[in-house]
């Protein structure tokens, strides 16, 4: 694998200077649409779920990734005018995979400005040893990666994680717990580690992964990419993936109206009796009656 390069750094939200050619000029006014619109929107999700308060201290999960840059980079963007104070510090796990390009993330962070740490723990060996050759490494690979950081977030005072998460990844996530799990579940915005140690949000959940993209080349990230190990991304999270891609096709506006639906369920409308009490409706004490008699039939 060839190094990442380093490019000359821009303040965040900075965009390239336009030439006095009018495409140019075009192309910076798209470019300055597209950073007030991330700004918009994560800034809209912080205000929507409570992310961040005054005194939090954010630890932003930085992998190397087009998410993870434009996440923390729009944070930083925003601290600057935040009615509130908080702190960001980014940190990465480095699992020890082969090839890891150790020095790409401490010169960025560094040429940021950015507070950081780097936590060193060979979770790529465990994997190897676990994971049969040949099927994909990247569950046992997430759980252990969230462990470490969820450990040394509650070690550390942290007191939220900020992931990288995005629009289409919460959608796709949707459908796979649809498909494969029988669960209407996804990723929300902000939730509560299972411990109760860690609370996690989401600051990308309403931006979409397009505009990722366009910032990512825009800003001249170094990407690190998530190839190093060998492992490719689930089959079934690229099958959902193209599912979605062609909807979007078809139909422009499909997936940002199921991210919708996921903000406005009608529990009433479902068939969860967990959810919702059914019984209630016409006084309840029916339901135990029918369940003997289907059983005494059986």
Not at 13 to 31: D, F, Y
Not at 197 to 223: G, K, M, S, T
Not at 242 to 250: C, G, V
Request: charged content about 25%; some cysteine; aromatic content about 8%.
């Amino acid at each position: 694998m060839s190094e990442a390069v380093i490019h000359p750094m821009m303040a965040p939200g900075q965009v390239p200077a336009a030439s006095a050619h009018p495409a140019h000029g075009k192309e910076r006014g798209e470019a300055n649409k597209l950073v007030k619109r991330l700004r918009r929107q994560v800034g809209q999700a912080i205000q929507d779920y409570a992310m961040i308060r005054a005194g939090d201290k954010v630890m932003v999960c930085l992998s190397g990734g087009k998410d993870s840059y434009t996440m923390l980079d729009i944070l930083v963007l925003l601290r600057e005018a935040a009615p509130v104070p908080f702190e960001l510090v980014a940190v990465n796990l480095d699992q020890k995979q082969p090839d890891f390009p150790e020095h790409v993330l401490p010169d960025y962070l560094k040429a940021r400005g950015v507070p950081y740490h780097i936590i060193e723990q060979d979770t790529y060996s465990v994997v190897k040893r676990v994971i049969p050759e040949g099927k994909t490494m990247c569950s046992l690979c997430s759980r252990l990666r969230r462990g470490a950081l969820y450990t040394y977030a509650a070690e550390n005072n942290f007191t939220k994680i900020a992931l990288g998460h995005h629009r289409d990844d919460i959608v796709a996530t949707f459908f796979l717990n649809m498909f494969h799990g029988s669960k209407l579940k996804a990723m929300p915005p902000k939730l509560k580690s299972d411990d109760g140690r860690n609370v996690v949000i989401r600051p990308l959940a309403y931006v979409r992964e397009q505009d990722i993209v366009a910032y990512a080349a825009l800003r001249q990230f170094p990407i690190i990419p998530c190839n190093l190990c060998g492992s490719q991304e689930q089959l079934q999270r690229k099958q959902i993936r193209r599912m979605l891609d062609e909807w979007e096709k078809q139909s422009p506006g499909r997936i940002e109206n199921i991210f919708g639906a996921l903000q406005n369920v009608a529990p009433s409308q479902l068939a969860d009796p967990k959810l919702f009490d059914f019984s209630a409706l016409d006084g309840g004490g029916e339901a135990d009656g029918w369940l003997m008699q289907s059983k005494s039939e059986d």
